[in-house]
């Protein structure tokens, strides 16, 4: 079974692979041991402007709001496609994935984001289980 540490952020992703003993540099990833160590840059995704919803919706008005899509829509921040795209096709060859961003609500929030847009299908842990220790 393949494994896949997913940070936050390089530093972070730097921290864990060292204490896993992952000191294989690859292409936006650390890996080595069957595992693989990747990280975002906080937020890859931010929220779709207006017109992804209805082109119309360009040039809005006052008159115009609220504007309240039954479905929230997420796009790739431009200058994350890189990593983004490095973290999908990583995402695309394990079969487990171990959530390793900042312990509160908006690092679950950023790896959920992540696994959503990707379609990624396969086991999901969340820390502090990935060492061991029992899942909380």
């Known amino acids: 079974m393949s494994r ?6 390089p530093n ?3 921290d864990i692979a060292k204490v896993l003993g992952v000191t294989e540099k690859g292409n936006g990833c650390l890996k080595g041991r069957g595992i693989t160590v990747t990280w975002g840059f906080g937020h890859l995704l931010e929220s779709a402007p207006p017109e992804a919803y ?3 919706l360009k040039r809005w008005t006052l008159e115009a709001l609220p504007i309240l899509p039954g479905q929230w829509k997420l796009e790739v921040k431009p200058s994350a496609k890189k990593q983004f795209h490095v973290v999908k096709k990583l995402l695309g060859t394990v079969s487990e994935v171990v959530i390793a961003t900042d312990a509160d609500r908006e690092g679950e929030m950023i790896a959920r984001e992540i696994l959503e847009a990707c379609r990624f299908s396969g086991d999901v842990l969340n820390r ?3 060492l061991g220790d029992p899942l909380v």
Do not use: H, N, T, V
Not at 4 to 9: A, G, R, W
């Open 12 to 14: 972070q992703a730097r």
């Open 54 to 56: 209805d082109p119309d």
């Open 128 to 130: 502090p289980g990935f």
């Open 4 to 9: 896949l540490f997913l940070c936050e952020k």
